[in-house]
């Protein structure tokens, strides 16, 4: 149950003062939920500030700057009654001999007279000025007397907005929020938090939302990284307590002497690479203990991870169970299927593939003999966790690029077994600090050197105005007897446009070189995609156009070329998983990015970046770094996914601490009950992580 004590914040904003209906719905956009309550308004972050504490005198004031400045009032100049819609002016001075105007567009005189009475004293804040000579002041902020001014705050937050809800609104509302704030427990270490100097959850709140100095609305401010720190230790404990549920209900360890792992090796025409051989040993001593594997296989494209993967199931099926690989694509399910049936037909392992397209007869055959235990590695695409796929014993799921299945597809596969040890593999070059967040509840393997014998990729960056040399050029190496991709960008908004655009390059390139070129994009059946690959993969066609759809693991070692067009219009991630379908043989590879022009600043610094280097980790980093200026626009996306405080180039260091503050925790109490345990639970259902409350075993 949740604490009584937080209901306050869980009440719905419209519990308010100020915030009906109407507003609700703009909140509900601004802050991404249905029914927004007083805890997401007091994490909606502020943006920056407006500093108000310059306090000039008149002769100081620089234009363009906020200042606040106290002033006498002067004189009134109201529109004249032939020009209504002429400003009403008003003039203040101060002991210095300079004046500032305060103009009013649509002005009420009586209220201009109420609130700047002739002879008083105001303090007024704005932004000043110079207007035909003299010092100005358009629509003052405030304007206050001496009373006022002792309540004004001198440093302002500002929010990011959606339109309809103004900052003054949000404002007020914030108030009425951080007045409901609770007296709340120390969930975290007392020491370090001392240590650190972080203030009190409450407090951080306070100094973000009423800050006494623009710094404190930084990420880097204590209060911010309190907060963030907060919610990654929030989502950590989240995660090891769903582990600590999966791990309990395991209890089978399959272990082997190795035998049928040796023969698979033996089969092997090379020899695995260092970070093979470490995978590989910790998998076999994972899936040796009575507890449930959950472990990530993290390598770059063209690491080798399939091989890993077989190994990985050779070792439960000697234990005489059963292992399956799930890949997103039928494309990639087949072509695992063809590396790994040669090696499993060594071994005796006995393999076979289940597509979506395997329909009727054959497809029942494969589902009896799967039942009876007469397959041992099932390869397929979504079609395996279909309802009516039934194991015999599968004790190990390995599924492939994991970013493409949501976690229930994960758990559909991991249920049709008993205590599944799971592997997943992918390719996505995740900065280290990401895995924490994406696969916090998973142990990680790296490959981090490719198989020997590879060649460097010449990576080249052209205009577009150029395409017609590129045409050249790669017709020559065709003749030649090349292979070469040639990407077309397919983004979803205007993926008729793109398409079109794609066949219009086809039918160009095909007009001048024939036969050797094929065409390859989402839209085809998928037994004509299959076609076309293979027809590429045998050499019948040596120049394939393709929108994105290779992108994902397509393994064709005699390709060369790779050509993208539109360069500019790829996230760099993307761009170096398609560079990664050639240099994956002996021979010289090359890669063409071809942009438009002209280039900005940020497009030209990614694409520096892949001809710089071919180390996809690296790249990753670079790009967050990257992205982490694309801030300037103010939105959540260059937020940690699924949080709201914690930012990945700033917060992201204490990832680690967090993880291992949770695994602490839950080893010394792991159902959270003593006093540290009770103050957490707060902390998991301020962040909305406290469905992994009911995973806490009762008792
Ligand atoms: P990915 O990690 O992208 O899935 P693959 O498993 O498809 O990589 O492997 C890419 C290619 O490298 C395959 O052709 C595979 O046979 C080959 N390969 C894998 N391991 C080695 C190795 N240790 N030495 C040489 N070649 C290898
Ligand atoms: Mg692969």
Not at 376 to 389: K, M, N, P, R
């Amino acid at each position: 149950m949740r604490p009584l004590s937080l209901n306050p914040l869980f009440a719905a904003l419209t519990s308010l003062p100020g915030v009906g209906p109407k507003l609700e719905v703009l909140y509900a956009k601004l802050l991404g939920r249905e029914q927004p309550r007083v805890i997401d308004l007091l994490l909606h972050m502020p943006s920056g500030t407006i500093d108000r504490r310059a306090r000039p005198r008149l002769n100081e004031v620089l234009p363009g700057q906020v200042v606040t400045v106290d002033v006498t009032v002067l004189e009134h100049r109201p529109s004249p009654p032939n020009r209504p819609r002429a400003p009403y002016r008003v003039i203040t001075g101060d002991d210095t001999a300079a004046t500032l105007t305060l103009t009013f567009f649509h002005a009420r005189r009586d209220y201009l007279e109420k609130l700047l009475p002739i002879g008083e004293k105001r303090y007024v804040s704005g932004t000043a000025e110079f207007y035909d000579g003299n010092l100005q002041m358009v629509h003052p902020d405030r304007v206050v007397d001496e009373k006022g001014f002792a309540n004004l705050p001198l440093v302002e937050p500002v929010y990011p907005l959606t339109e309809g809800l103004g900052l003054g609104i949000v404002r007020k509302a914030m108030d009425g929020a951080l007045s409901r704030l609770p007296d709340l427990p120390e969930w975290q270490d007392e020491a370090w938090v001392s240590r650190e100097r972080f203030p009190p959850f409450t407090e951080a709140l306070e100094q973000l939302h009423r800050p006494l100095e623009p710094s404190h609305v930084a990420p880097e401010s204590l209060a911010w990284t309190r907060l963030a720190f907060d919610e990654l230790l929030a989502g950590q404990l989240a995660l090891a307590l769903v582990r600590a549920h999966m791990r309990r209900q395991a209890g089978r360890g399959s272990s082997s002497e190795g035998h049928l792992r040796a023969k698979v090796m033996k089969a092997l025409p090379y020899a695995l690479t260092h970070s093979q051989q470490l995978a590989v040993n910790d998998i076999v001593n994972d899936l040796a203990l009575p507890q449930r594997m959950l472990r990530l296989l993290q390598g770059d494209v063209g690491s080798g991870k399939t091989v890993v993967a077989l190994i990985a199931a050779a070792s439960v099926i000697e234990a005489g169970r059963q292992a399956a690989i799930m890949a997103p694509t039928e494309i990639l399910a087949r072509q695992h299927l063809a590396t790994i049936a040669p090696l499993a037909e060594a071994a005796g392992i006995r393999v076979a593939l289940l597509t979506g397209r395997d329909r009727g007869g054959e497809r029942e055959t494969i589902l009896d003999r799967l039942v009876l235990g007469d397959i041992d590695l099932l390869i397929g695409t979504h079609a395996l966790f279909q309802e009516d796929v039934a194991f015999h014993d599968l004790a190990l799921a390995i599924v492939d690029e994991q970013h493409r299945f949501g976690v229930h597809q994960r758990l559909a596969l991991t249920n049709k077994g008993e205590a599944v040890d799971v592997l997943v593999l992918t390719a996505t070059p995740i900065p280290r600090t990401l895995v924490l967040t994406y696969f916090g509840d998973m142990d990680v393997s790296e490959l981090r050197e490719k198989p020997a014998g590879r060649q460097p990729i010449d990576t080249r960056t052209i205009p577009l105005s150029r395409v017609g040399e590129v045409e050249d050029a790669v017709g020559r190496a065709v003749d030649e007897g090349k292979r070469a991709y040639w990407v077309c960008p397919l983004v979803e908004e205007s993926e008729k446009i793109d398409l079109a655009a794609a066949e219009e390059r086809y039918a160009d390139l095909r007009r001048r070189f024939g036969a050797k070129v094929d065409l390859v994009h989402g839209k085809m059946k998928s037994a004509d995609k299959d076609a076309a690959m293979a027809r590429f993969a045998a050499g019948k066609s040596q120049l394939l156009v393709a929108t994105t759809v290779i992108e994902v693991g397509v393994d064709v070692p005699e390709a060369t070329i790779m050509v993208i067009e539109h360069a500019e219009r790829f996230g760099l991630a993307q761009l170096h998983q398609l560079r990664g379908r050639v240099g994956r043989g002996a021979g010289k590879s090359t890669c063409l990015l071809l942009y438009k022009a002209p280039l900005g600043e940020t497009a030209k610094a990614r694409l520096a970046i892949l001809r710089e280097t071919e180390d996809g980790f690296r790249i990753a980093e670079e790009d967050l770094k990257l992205r982490g200026e694309g801030d300037l626009l103010g939105t959540r996306q260059s937020g940690l996914p699924g949080f709201h405080v914690a930012r990945i180039e700033t917060h992201g260091k204490y990832l680690g601490a967090a993880r291992d503050d949770a695994a602490l925790v839950l080893s010394r109490d792991p159902n959270l009950q003593d006093a540290r345990g009770q103050a957490l639970r707060h902390l998991l259902y301020l962040f909305g992580k406290d469905e992994a409350i009911k995973l806490i075993r009762a008792g």
